[in-house]
């Protein structure tokens, strides 16, 4: 059977890689999932101006040559037969209804959760119209969720949330946290560089900011650790200003996905300062399953994994707050560094691995497959 997954965009202008991201990391990873267990065909569709069919790391990706949802869908069933195709939906914001059709719809943790920062929808932010604006997301996302045959959320929070509009939403969904990949050997804890990585994308909703002006604060008050920055965004002037203030405290660099264990394992600390908008994220798993002791804001589904003092520590996103806990992140022991650093790396091997998670999918598709109309 084909299992066709929809995405608005998987690839880099010139389709000749995969873009970066964390739900493109998703999809690649599930379509090598699907298509080694060799009993499904596993291929990508996605918007484009111009048909096109291409193969990238042993994955076809296909190019509907039209960026409206009718014209996709006339494409779909011209090209493909309801009863030799499972579709699933990437991600939920692009899934749609299509007849006769079996399919899948992923959702990738609750997006609402922060005001609205970026563009227009900044004038909602305000206290007349924020209720208003609230409102009428948790009624789009209700209407997202009820798109397709199943829903696989990433985390406890969403379908917990969704449930509080009727307990029969718990029958046709299914929770398949998000994964990481586990590394052969840990680089000793001993020989991790006293530093805070704090890979992210550099915007708004990461807390870019916000850990900016705890970073400049903590240094006002004589702390010792250094940070460094991985990755890039339209909010990198901000963390270009913190270097210009401490320029031997503060790196600014970025690597390759493939290499986020390998990059990650130099690390005592990882910071995930987010004020919204997470899932389980992909960061948060792979700082832990390098061995790095987490520091992460409690929201989304980062609080269905950190256990604060056990394998991360949790904070509030608030500058004072996040203050507190570099200071106490300071003074850790080697010892109290070492037991939550391996707590961290062995939730990730049990929990939140990628044969867990590969596992995990296979049986759901098997499932789906087998629903009778």
Not at 57 to 85: E, H, L, R, Y
Not at 295 to 322: E, L, S, W, Y
Not at 343 to 361: L, M
Request: charged residues 25%; proline residues 2%; glycine residues 8%.
């Amino acid at each position: 059977m084909n299992i066709l997954i929809f995405i608005n965009d998987i690839l880099n202008e010139e389709k000749i890689e995969f873009s970066i991201g964390g739900i493109q990391t998703y999809i690649r990873e599930l379509c090598h999932v699907i298509n080694g267990d060799g009993i499904d065909n596993a291929l990508i569709l996605q918007y484009s101006k111009e048909e096109f069919s291409i193969n990238i790391d042993g994955i076809k990706v296909i190019g509907t040559g039209v960026t409206t949802v009718s014209k996709v869908k006339s494409f779909i069933t011209k090209n493909f037969k309801a009863k030799d195709t499972l579709l699933i939906f990437a991600t939920d914001k692009h899934s749609f209804r299509i007849k006769n059709f079996k399919s899948i719809n992923i959702q990738h943790g609750i997006a609402y959760d922060v005001e609205a920062f970026e563009g227009r929808r900044r004038i909602f932010s305000s206290p007349f119209l924020s209720p208003i604006y609230k409102f009428l997301q948790r009624s789009n996302a209700r209407k997202l969720a009820s798109h397709g045959n199943h829903l696989v959320c990433v985390d406890y929070n969403y379908f917990n949330w969704i449930k509080t509009y009727g307990s029969w939403h718990g029958d046709r969904i299914t929770v398949i946290p998000n994964f990481s990949k586990v590394p052969c050997e840990l680089n000793n804890n001993s020989s991790r560089d006293r530093k805070v990585l704090i890979a992210r994308r550099f915007v708004e909703r990461r807390g870019i900011g916000l850990i900016c002006k705890a970073i400049s604060d903590y240094y006002e008050q004589g702390g010792e650790l250094e940070f460094v920055f991985a990755g890039e965004g339209p909010d990198k002037g901000i963390i270009d200003n913190l270097k210009n203030q401490y320029p031997s405290r503060i790196s600014i660099t970025k690597f390759h996905p493939n290499d986020s264990l390998k990059f990650h394992s130099n690390f005592q600390f990882a910071l995930i300062p987010s004020l919204g908008s997470e899932g389980t994220t992909l960061s948060l798993l792979e700082a832990m399953s390098s061995g790095c002791i987490t520091i992460a804001t409690h929201v989304g589904g980062i609080t269905n994994i950190v256990i604060d003092g056990f394998n991360g520590i949790m904070v509030t996103p608030r500058t004072k707050d996040i203050l507190e806990t570099l200071w106490k992140a300071e003074k850790l022991s080697k010892e109290e560094c070492y037991r939550m650093s391996m707590n961290a790396s062995n939730t990730i091997k049990y929990s939140f691995s990628n044969h867990r998670w590969g596992n995990d999918w296979l049986d759901l598709v098997d499932r789906v497959k087998n629903i009778s109309y």
